[in-house]
């Protein structure tokens, strides 16, 4: 298999600096390597031709084509040969998700922009492995325009860089909506709907990761939001916290695995994401009303009672979870 690099952020973004702006004509050619990254990339063809291989598979592309990378995606782009003969040259906008709910842009737009980034740019399942865009000739002097400036403001260290590069960052993203508008209408999220997907995807993430030492900064930037904002709206829509709602998770997954009766208390609090029993016995007592081995033991005793009695009992218990 294929050596694939992890690009970590605190390799590009310099402090105090949203974003990362880079312009590569491909050579020499033995220094191109597939890797992965921990943030969004968008990446323009601004000059000629080659192939960008993504997740494996391998397409041809030219200039006017525009990607949004997703994260820990292998990729790289590649000449046509080692000596570029189709003379590929491209650029990127690098940054992290975060950035995108920070930035001065009226809800609206900001919705939608969001549903691009979050369809395009972060989803494994939805990637279609073709370019995202592939501009006409009027998009694309405008993106070659505006892929220039930030490549020019980035490489220079002057006063208000860092407030100008957002500025350039929101019109990138405005022509992208624009763009990807006119080839689908139908990107009209309404408002509510539009945060109740994001919570969806949050609580889907949140179960996928449970175990982990889940950060909010995580959830939050798979939602393109600022902690405080993500952190609101989640407990608006879940009636919840964030941390509430992990610990009622690996609670409820804790009460399966004691049910089955097959691992310890302690390895099951471990499995679950809990690294001090205490606190693990603590949390659970909080949301169940008993200790571990209370809930174990009462779990073993149900299995001998009438269908009638386990069935009451069973209730009893799922109604501690219930909202």
Avoid: W
């Avoid at 084509?65 to 292998?74: A, K, R, S, V």
């Amino acid at each position: 298999m294929e050596r694939v690099d992890k690009l970590r952020a605190d390799d590009f973004f310099a402090e105090g600096l949203p974003l990362c702006v880079n312009h590569y004509a491909y050579d020499p050619h033995e220094r191109i390597r597939m890797h992965s990254h921990e943030f969004i990339e968008i990446a323009y063809v601004c000059k000629g031709k080659g192939i960008h291989v993504v997740g494996g598979r391998e397409q041809p592309v030219s200039m006017g084509d525009l990607f949004i990378i997703q994260f820990d995606t292998p990729h790289s782009f590649f000449p046509l040969d080692p000596d570029n003969t189709g003379r590929l040259e491209v650029y990127n906008c690098m940054f992290m998700p975060e950035i995108v709910g920070s930035l001065p842009l009226e809800l609206p737009v900001l919705q939608e922009i969001t549903s691009i980034l979050l369809l395009s740019g972060l989803y494994p399942g939805e990637q279609t492995y073709q370019p995202d865009l592939k501009l006409s000739d009027s998009h694309d002097r405008n993106f070659l325009s505006i892929f220039t400036a930030l490549h020019e403001e980035y490489s220079a260290n002057r006063e208000g860089r860092t407030e100008l590069l957002k500025l350039k960052l929101c019109e990138l993203l405005i022509q992208i909506y624009r763009a990807y508008g006119n080839r689908n209408k139908s990107l009209q999220p309404n408002s509510d709907t539009y945060k109740l997907e994001l919570i969806q995807k949050a609580v889907a993430y949140l179960r996928e990761h449970y175990a982990s030492p889940v950060q909010l900064n995580d959830i939050s930037r798979h939602a393109l939001l600022s902690k405080s904002y993500f952190s609101a709206l989640f407990k608006k829509t879940t009636g919840m916290s964030v941390f509430d709602y992990l610990q009622r998770l690996r609670i409820e997954e804790a009460c399966r695995l004691l049910e089955e009766g097959t691992a310890t208390v302690t390895e099951i609090a471990a499995r679950v994401g809990y690294n001090d029993y205490r606190f693990f016995n603590k949390t659970f007592r909080k949301v169940t009303g008993k200790t571990a081995r209370e809930y174990r033991n009462r779990a073993v005793s149900m299995k001998s009672l009438p269908e009638d009695d386990e069935a009451a009992s069973q209730l009893d218990i799922q109604g501690r979870f219930s909202p």
